[in-house]
């Protein structure tokens, strides 16, 4: 017997038939495999970064704060530049782009490590990642772009064609959330094995080499760079209503993320292994993996700004047992049901953006996306690690769950908005299709 999310009947848009399984075999196929590897590797160090950076000085200093501000400045510095940059690539290319990143970050992740060691004061340790930040490369979201040129290659396939892409960021999804799995289970395992330092320095050679390696790939080549228009034409074509309402989404999945981390290192500290925070974490991920590869099996009927409220609300739904967690065997527990509900709902932020935003502009769209949501991990740690430092894993992940409620809140109010906003996109892409068959 077949299980369900496999069968073939899956996808009928078009007349056109993939199974998810068909999808993501073409995609690979498509791509290469080394680009795969490549592109999910190069995104790793980011994640490490910013769970390194709280550890190593959080540790340091004993304060919580102090580690969240810090790590918060990384990821603060890294979402104000993510827009800058992708509106760069979109002009000028990703390949110069990124090789310069890549390297300046894995310079700077050496950097902070450096400060650390030699007792430097911790505000210009934060100083040193916010640079850091404002360096580091937007791998995840520069790949997504890359899927819109390289399925191309079914164009002739408009349904086909459409279903690609949708499949390439379901990927894309579990691939950032098997990323925010395995990046703090390398810190957690560098920093019980040797020290957060070590876990950083890894970080480090592994964004110059997989970095430069993802830049060089001859997929970078493939972007079309647009038509020069002034800012303020790019920007009222891309801040629209429902893109304002993705963005907030985001910001609030930052929030989450970085309050959840905060949470779980407060509590694997006082329970006296540190290091199991990021292993800990780690567990928000498997669940996230599994469900989000399984979003591509998904009938296109069940729409996706419905399929945001859903999700939204499962996020507040399984976040709400954080406030109960006393004890690290409670929390991994929690932690991999909640799993469950992440990568689909970042998944179909990310997708609405792709369906919605200007094809000539994808590259903004998704650095902006990310940005916001390194912005809200930013306030997320910072907030988090205030109230931990005074009520402990409980008052962090008082923040998650208020961050998993507004999130409901704000997918279920913008809804309709949304819906209206992806109507025109569908209506385009069933001309395509009747055209390519009457050709």
Excluded: K
């Excluded at 407060?266 to 399984?294: D, Y």
Aim: aromatic content about 8%; glycine content about 12%.
């Amino acid at each position: 017997m077949r299980v369900w999310w496999w069968e073939t009947r899956e996808f009928d848009l078009f007349g056109a038939r993939m199974s998810p399984l068909t999808a993501y075999r073409d995609l690979f196929r498509l791509a290469g495999p080394g680009y795969v590897a490549v592109a999910f590797i190069g995104r790793l160090p980011l994640a490490m970064s910013q769970m390194g950076t709280l550890l190593l000085v959080a540790n340091a200093t004993g304060s919580y704060g102090a580690g969240g501000a810090t790590a918060g400045s990384l990821a603060l510095a890294n979402a104000v530049g993510a827009p800058v940059a992708g509106a760069v690539a979109d002009r000028v290319g990703q390949r110069r782009l990124v090789l310069a990143q890549a390297l300046t970050g894995a310079a700077g992740l050496v950097l902070i490590v450096g400060l650390s060691v030699q007792g430097v004061p911790w505000g210009w340790q934060a100083l040193a990642a916010g640079a850091t930040g404002l360096a580091m490369p937007q791998i995840g979201p520069l790949a997504r772009v890359r899927w819109r040129p390289i399925a191309a290659a079914r164009a002739d396939e408009a349904g086909d064609h459409r279903r690609l892409i949708d499949a390439a960021f379901s990927y894309e999804g579990a691939a950032d959330e098997a990323s925010f799995v395995l990046g703090p289970a390398l810190v957690g395992a560098g920093a019980t094995l040797l020290n957060p330092a070590a876990a950083l320095i890894f970080a480090a050679a592994t964004l110059a080499v997989f970095g430069s390696l993802f830049a060089l790939d001859s997929t970078a080549l493939l972007m079309r760079r647009p038509a020069t228009r002034s800012a303020t034409a790019v920007v009222g074509r891309l801040l629209t209503p429902a893109f304002l309402a993705l963005v907030g989404a985001q910001a609030l999945i930052g929030v989450f993320f970085g309050s959840i981390q905060t949470g779980t290192t407060a509590l694997a500290r006082s329970e006296g292994v540190l290091g199991a925070a990021g292993l800990l974490h780690a567990l928000l991920g498997v669940g996230s993996v599994i469900a989000g590869i399984a979003v591509a099996s998904l009938p296109p009927r069940f729409a996706f700004p419905t399929r945001l409220v859903v999700f939204a609300a499962g996020l507040a739904v399984l976040s709400a047992p954080l406030l109960a967690v006393g004890s690290l065997g409670a929390l991994a527990v929690t932690l991999s049901v909640l799993g469950f509900a992440v990568a689909p709902f970042m998944i179909t932020t990310f997708t609405l953006a792709e369906r919605i935003s200007p094809a000539d502009r994808s590259g903004t769209a998704m650095t902006l996306l990310a940005g916001v949501t390194g912005l809200g991990w930013a306030v997320g740690a910072a907030v988090a690690g205030q109230f931990a430092d005074v009520s402990g894993q409980r008052g962090a992940f008082a923040v998650t769950f208020t961050a998993a409620v507004l999130a409901f809140a704000l997918a279920a109010a913008s809804r309709r908005v949304l819906l209206t906003a992806d109507h025109p996109r569908q209506d385009r892409l069933v001309e395509h299709a009747r055209t390519a068959s009457s050709a």
